[in-house]
Antibody
Framework: EVQLSESGGDLVQPGGSLRLSCAASGFTFSSYAMNWVRQAPGKGLEWVSIINDSGGSTYYADSVKGRFTVSRDNSKNTVFLQMNSLRVEDTAVYYC?????????????WGQGTLVTVSS | DIQMTQSPSSVSASAGDRVTITCRAS??????LAWYQQKPGKPPKLLIYAASTLQSGVPSRFSGSGSGTDFTLTISSLQPEDFATYYC?????????FGPGTKVDIK
């Protein structure tokens, strides 16, 4: 059974930092690109970042570029999102999602999400 | 960035109804489009990718069509478990972008 389990969400003050983790099992993690997608309370989905299967290529949404860094450890089947200089508008549920298709085009697997709240 | 729009933003329907949701991209994306279903408090679930390919395990009452800039998701006969919000997502380029969602609720 495929499982993605996010952790690390918390209440943090503006300007603070958090590191999210997503542990994967039940599929060949090292063959999948991994994404972070977020959803602000009551809002739609916003793609945040992707890291390719080897970890050698990453992309970011403009809204987080320069503040967030995605990384992965294929030996531990885990992907990370380091979030710095957090803003109130970063408040959201953060999902990790695996993309295995051609061009990493679609998100086959999703975690249950972890809540990040940025507030003073 | 490629902007995605969806219509309608919400639709009220009854079980057994045929429901069609439209997604439009601000520029051509070929067939690089996916559809997701999301229920409250749950993560999204992949329904369709490559515009018309049904994800394994998804009921055949769901279908997708289109290419270029205009796409549709059709539910041929709405079931009680289909009441949810549906999102399209383009995969032609980075950043990946989602449509704003279409909420399907009970009439």
């Amino acid at each position: 059974e495929v499982q993605l389990s996010e952790s690390g969400g918390d209440l943090v003050q503006p300007g603070g930092s958090l590191r999210l983790s997503c542990a994967a099992s039940g599929f060949t993690f090292s063959s999948y690109a991994m994404n972070w997608v977020r959803q602000a309370p009551g809002k739609g989905l916003e793609w945040v970042s992707i890291i390719n299967d080897s970890g050698g290529s990453t992309y970011y949404a403009d809204s987080v570029k320069g503040r967030f860094t995605v990384s992965r450890d294929n030996s531990k089947n885990t992907v990370f999102l380091q979030m710095n200089s957090l803003r109130v508008e970063d408040t959201a549920v953060y999902y990790c999602a695996g993309a295995g298709g051609s061009g990493w085009s679609h998100f086959d697997y999703w975690g249950q999400g972890t809540l990040v709240t940025v507030s003073s | 960035d490629i902007q995605m729009t969806q219509s309608p933003s919400s639709v009220s329907a009854s079980a057994g109804d045929r429901v069609t949701i439209t997604c439009r991209a601000s520029q051509g994306i070929g067939s690089w489009l996916a559809w997701y279903q999301q229920k409250p408090g749950k993560p999204p679930k992949l329904l369709i990718y490559a515009a018309s390919t049904l994800q394994s395990g998804v009921p055949s009452r769901f279908s997708g069509s289109g290419s270029g800039t205009d796409f549709t998701l059709t539910i041929s006969s709405l079931q009680p478990e289909d009441f949810a919000t549906y999102y399209c997502q383009q995969a032609n380029s980075f950043p990946r972008t989602f449509g704003p969602g279409t909420k399907v609720d009970i009439k």
